[in-house]
């Protein structure tokens, strides 16, 4: 990444960081910046998400790793992630109409690894997501044996999980991610 680049992100985070500070209650700025500084790697990624549409913001820190934990906090999900399946499978038995890929393998390639339904629950305690959209979420191998996939939203005041055959896609719903900052 390039220093103007670079800079720019981190003046993005910032703004963001500092006008959200109820998703990351006692957290400081300078030592998330120190610790992005020193992770170029996550600083990519990061990049990656914020380019995606993203938002990715602090929302707290592991409490054994000390690691800030990052995620896509853009109040739908993220417009540069619609339209795809699940995982590489799924856009494999598509015999027609095949999405421009799949959630598990672009987050892969960004760097990054798909929202828990528990993640997805704690973000929703730090404000209303995916009100008119949804985010598809990690998915157990139990379930996506049997060909589906889950996926969440905010409808009526309340987080829903859901289910839908892993290699269907649609406009309305991406994927949010998660990234840990250590």
């Not at 959200?20 to 120190?34: E, F, I, P, S, T």
């Not at 739908?76 to 027609?96: F, H, I, N, V």
Request: proline share 3%; aromatic share 8%; net charge positive.
């Amino acid at each position: 990444m390039q220093a103007q680049e670079r800079e720019k992100l981190l003046q993005a985070l910032k703004s963001r960081f500092e006008n959200n500070m109820q998703r990351h209650k006692g957290l400081a700025w300078d030592k998330v910046r120190a610790r992005l500084e020193a992770s170029p790697a996550a600083l990519i990624a990061l990049g990656k998400m914020e380019r995606t549409g993203g938002e990715p913001d602090v929302i707290g820190m592991h409490e054994k790793s000390g690691k800030f934990v990052f995620c896509d906090c853009s109040a739908q999900t993220p417009m540069g992630r619609r339209s795809l399946c699940y995982d590489g499978d799924a856009l494999d038995a598509r015999k027609e109409h095949k999405p421009k890929g799949s959630v598990v393998e672009m987050a892969a390639a960004m760097g990054i690894e798909l929202m828990t339904q528990e993640q997805y629950r704690q973000l929703q305690e730090l404000g209303e997501f995916d009100t008119s959209t949804s985010s598809w979420v990690n998915t157990p191998p139990a379930v996506r044996k049997l060909g589906g996939a889950l996926f969440c939203d905010r409808r009526y005041g309340q987080v829903f999980v859901y289910h839908n055959g892993a290699q269907s896609y649609y406009a309305s719903r991406g994927f949010r991610g998660v990234l840990s900052v250590g």
